[in-house]
């Protein structure tokens, strides 16, 4: 029986604290209560899978040193892509599959230490940019589907994508320097580890903290396709303004939840054909369509007596808005100042 012995230094410190946190986490994702479970379980196994990385650089500093029989390198961001489709609730596609090729590959028939390093940096590289593209595209159907964004953020999974780009150019400028100054690689090295420590233990808080995004999976639209033939008709064009006269007189911005499903139910008209209207009347997305509606009323109310009543914050609150930063947003956006300059300004002309 092979005797192993550790030796301790930082490096296997902060890696000890790595492997700990991720298959902690990965435990608690498995076994913790979700709506979304199949979303969580992916986000374990990747956390698994990232931990795997790790004890194989790990093992480097055990004596004697031990194999372990499955690179996982392959796998992490494909796992990530699958947890990314889950959360988004967009739908399995088949050519999905082959991104776990090359890892099946490099340990069904033991070729992961032939693969070359600049081969599987290219080839995560163009995951993350697939996933880059998936996320952005969600988030401009999410503008089309929700009034308020705030809890439907999904900047931290963006984050995750940034954190690996810059781990992956790391790694590169690492192998770079290593060939001349390994002194120097050693520091990158360092660097590594404590930035994966803090990685896995970021990915983990946020995978807890975040609250379940979506609960179904949205109706896509896309704000820029083009036009069909028969949008241009005047039944179309008296039944968009039909549609703002019922906001208006009904108020239904008010309701800070409002989102395309709602509304489409309160004025009777399909989700698809409502998005459409207000795509190509109103020239915008369904979030911008109803901030108009409620800037127009904080407006009014900023000149009324309640003004004198409310905070502003507390007038964007009656208006239908949720938060103080997506009113602040949409403010500028609009009218091109901020509230406070806008009241300003009215009560110089006044």
Not at 57 to 72: A, D, G, N, R
Not at 128 to 137: E, K
Not at 209 to 226: D, M, R, W, Y
Request: with cysteine; hydrophobic share 45%.
């Amino acid at each position: 029986m092979k005797e192993i012995t550790l030796e301790f230094s930082p490096y296997a410190l902060i890696d000890i604290l790595s492997i700990c946190t991720a298959f902690t986490l990965g435990l608690l994702f498995f076994s913790t209560p979700s709506k979304n479970k199949k979303a969580t379980v992916f986000l374990g196994l990747f956390l698994w899978s990232l931990m795997l990385e790790v004890v194989d650089s790990f093992k480097e500093i055990l004596v004697p040193s031990f194999e372990l029989y499955l690179q996982t390198t392959w796998f992490t961001l494909p796992l990530l892509v699958i947890y990314v489709q889950q959360t988004l609730f967009k739908r399995w596609q088949k050519w999905h599959s082959l991104l776990f090729v090359p890892g099946i590959l490099a340990n069904g028939i033991g070729i992961a230490p032939s693969f070359p390093a600049i081969l599987e940096y290219l080839y995560n590289l163009g995951i993350l940019g697939y996933l880059w593209m998936l996320i952005s595209n969600h988030e401009k159907d999410v503008a089309n589907y929700y009034s308020d964004l705030e809890n439907k953020s999904l900047v931290w999974l963006k984050t995750i994508i940034y954190i690996f780009i810059a781990f992956h150019l790391l790694w590169i400028v690492e192998d770079l320097i290593g060939f001349q100054f390994e002194t120097v690689a050693g520091y990158f090295a360092y660097l590594s580890n404590l930035g994966t420590y803090f990685m896995i233990f970021w990915i983990g808080y946020n995978g807890f903290s975040q609250p379940e995004i979506f609960a179904t999976e949205l109706f896509s639209v896309s704000p820029n396709s083009k036009k069909d033939s028969n949008a241009e008709t005047a039944a179309d064009r008296e039944k968009y303004l039909e549609l703002v006269r019922c906001i208006e007189e009904r108020e239904l911005y008010r309701n800070s939840n409002l989102n395309l499903k709602s509304l489409s139910e309160a004025v009777d008209i399909r989700e698809k054909e409502l998005s459409k209207l207000i795509n190509t009347y109103a020239n915008t997305n369904f979030y911008h369509f109803i901030n108009t509606f409620r800037v127009e009323t904080v407006k009014q109310l900023l000149t009324s007596d309640k003004a004198v009543q409310l905070s502003i914050l507390g007038l964007a609150t009656e208006a239908g808005f949720s938060s103080k930063s997506t009113f602040y947003a949409a403010f500028k956006n609009i009218e091109g100042c901020t509230p406070k300059q806008y009241q300003k300004r009215q009560q110089t002309s006044d």
